[in-house]
């Protein structure tokens, strides 16, 4: 059969169509030849892959002339009708239609090319971000220069609208080198003048800027010009024969213009001179006698009918005060019962008189010491004035005929209790905080007394010399008290410690010390000895054992007062029911003392009590007077 397009119908794979990006598809139908209108030469007439490529073509074809067909809405009818090509005839499009037995294929009309209408003129430019520091490809020079777009700011200035890649406008990079800025930066922050960096100064002669007078002086030489050129080295005498054992010097010979003496000018010797004058005045005050000792004795007859003293233990009283067995029972104070007043500012120690408590002596910050007594009318009995400045502490001996007294004006005295002349005095040019008596008979003549200047000093009462020193404190002592039978003493001290000696050595054998632990700047034994009580100043009162170990005792601490800044002394009733300490506030607080139960707190006086006894409940405090009170 031959081929509607000429030759012979040759077996063989289908041609492949051109690639669908490549088609162009013309405004007018394809005209197919003549020999496949024919109806027995169609399709149909066609075997194998030719009918197939043949059908596939009809069917494209259809499409094309239906989609142009019906026009584009967007034109007018006369543009549409003037720009197609005419259509054939339906009849002559017959044979290209597919039978009803065949299949029915699916069919997609596909505009390849819509035409568009254009409404505005595009600019189709590339604009540029300011921005922008780099670009990718090469802009041409109405692109990188062309304005920018958007509105303009109206409350922007000028210099604001400028560019700007700093806060006080632009900043090119200048070709300096840094060495030569760095150079100039310092010749004018050190002299005062540099280069004008305006100018080259290569082709201009040199021109200053800032201290030009300067610049002429030093012939505009920069800092790294003017140093000080190095002088020659000091000579020194030179001996380096090692041999010579007496004549070696070596690297510690002396220079050759080395002066051993440094004297100076007459100006620095008038000086000089002026120093040494006030220093001498001041230690000429420090070394002044101690004021004049005196006595006033307060009642008309230092003497009874029967030539007996105040010292005397009274008794028509209704108190065995000779007897040295405590009480049975000890009760919780009830009421005042008496206010000694005579002191004029705070009273700064109470001790009772030794054994029988019949009388009173208590130290003041107004320089003196009075005696007291402490039944029947409960008068002032003598004062002792000898101090010029307060008094610190006080300490009778083991008869009470004798007591001692601290102050603040660096001396301690020695008293007589009746006569009130005093004995001796004692200083080691520095302020004692507290003093004691050795409680022994055998060692009445010695006491020890804790100074500001850290250490403990041991006194004989009959030389007047210091025979011991406890020098191992790191801070100023506090407190002293003999326990173990007075075979030992317990010391404590601001540096938050508590020490334990052994009489007349100066090592301390116990230390204790805590990180926890606060100062306790007083601390009690209790009256069967075997217990210490530390008031500490984290308001608290600490129980230590006062035999062998003395190992803090965890059950028993006594709580519930504030103490902090004050050194309330803390004491026991002579039966050891009761623990009582005064507190910041003016109130005494008593404990029992098997549960470390608070029992009573009771206002006592208008400002802190400092100062607490074993009798009925007598205090001191800060107001000036000492109160006693009586138990029901």
């Known amino acids: 059969m031959e081929h509607p397009f000429g030759g012979g119908v040759k077996e063989g794979p289908a041609p492949v169509p051109p690639p669908r990006s490549k088609l162009h598809f013309p405004l007018c139908p394809l005209v197919l030849p003549a020999a496949l209108h024919a109806g027995s030469a169609g399709p149909r007439g066609l075997k194998g892959p ?14 094309l002339a239906a989609s142009y067909g019906s026009g584009s809405g967007s034109e007018s009818d006369s543009d549409s009708e003037s720009s197609r090509c005419p259509l054939p005839a339906a009849d002559s499009l017959m044979h290209l239609t597919k039978s009803p037995s065949a299949k029915p294929s699916l069919a997609v009309a596909v505009d390849s090319a819509p035409e568009v209408a254009v409404k505005e003129d595009l600019e189709t430019g590339v604009h540029l971000d300011p921005a922008v520091k780099e670009v990718q490809y090469n802009p041409t020079y109405e692109t990188m220069f062309a304005p920018e777009f958007g509105p303009e700011n109206p409350f922007r200035t000028q210099q604001m609208a400028a560019p700007r890649n700093m806060l006080s ?3 090119e990079p200048a070709h300096i080198n840094d060495f030569m800025f760095e150079q100039q930066r310092r010749t004018f922050a050190t002299y005062g003048y540099a280069l004008d960096p305006s100018l080259d100064n290569h082709q201009v002669s040199a021109k200053y800027i800032g201290s030009v007078e300067e610049a002429e002086k030093n012939q505009g030489l920069t800092v790294f010009e003017t140093g000080q050129k190095k002088t020659e080295k000091r000579k020194k005498f030179k ?5 010579n054992i007496d004549g070696f010097l070596g690297p510690w010979a002396k220079y050759v213009d080395e002066k051993d003496v440094a004297k100076p000018s007459e100006e620095e010797q008038k000086e000089l001179d002026e ?3 006030k ?4 230690g000429k005050q420090e070394e002044e006698k101690p004021g004049e000792e005196k006595t006033i004795l307060h009642v008309k007859e230092m003497y009874d009918y029967q030539g007996r003293s105040y010292l005397h233990i009274p008794q028509d009283v209704g108190v065995n005060l000779r007897s040295t067995m ?7 104070p009830k009421k005042q019962i008496h206010v000694w007043s005579g002191h004029t500012k705070g009273v700064s120690a109470v001790r009772l008189f030794p054994l029988s408590g019949h009388l009173l002596l208590s130290c003041s910050m107004d320089c003196k010491i009075k005696l007291w007594e402490v039944y029947g009318d409960r008068r002032c009995l003598r004062t002792f004035i000898g101090h010029s400045k307060a008094v610190r502490d006080i300490c009778f001996n083991t008869a009470g005929t004798q007591f001692l007294s601290a102050a603040y004006d660096r001396y301690l005295k020695l008293w007589d209790t009746e006569t009130g002349q005093c004995i001796s005095r004692f200083t080691n040019r520095k302020v004692p905080y507290c003093v004691k008596f050795n409680p022994d008979e055998d060692k009445q003549n010695l006491f020890v007394a804790g100074m500001s200047d850290k250490k403990i000093v041991q006194w004989d009462i009959r030389s007047g010399e210091i025979v011991q020193e406890y020098d191992r404190h790191l801070g100023a002592v506090n407190t002293i008290v003999f326990v173990d039978e007075n075979r030992r003493f317990v010391s404590t001290s601001d540096d938050k410690s508590l020490r334990v000696w052994e009489w007349d050595i100066p090592v301390d054998f116990k230390y204790i010390a805590e990180p926890s632990m606060h100062s306790m700047p007083a601390v009690t034994l209790s009256p069967n000895g075997k217990w210490l009580a530390c008031q500490s100043m984290d308001n608290q009162i600490l129980i230590f054992g006062a035999q062998n170990r003395f190992r803090l005792n965890k059950k028993k601490i006594f709580k519930g007062h504030m103490v902090a800044g004050y050194a309330c002394q803390v004491d026991f009733s002579p039966d050891m029911s009761y623990v009582i300490s005064g507190d910041g506030n003016g109130k005494l607080n008593i404990w029992d003392w098997k549960t470390t139960k608070l029992y009573s707190r009771f206002k006592a006086h208008d400002k802190r009590p400092l100062e607490l006894s074993e009798s009925e409940g007598g205090d001191c405090g800060s107001p000036g007077g000492m109160r006693k009170m009586a138990s029901g």
């Open 50 to 63: 030719r009918r197939r490529f043949v059908a596939v073509m009809s069917a494209a074809i259809a499409a």
């Open 239 to 243: 001996e380096n024969d090692a041999s």
């Open 279 to 282: 220093r001498q005045k001041k």
């Open 169 to 171: 406008g632009y900043a």
């Open 326 to 332: 405590p009480p049975e029972k000890c009760y919780l």
């Open 275 to 277: 120093i040494t004058a």
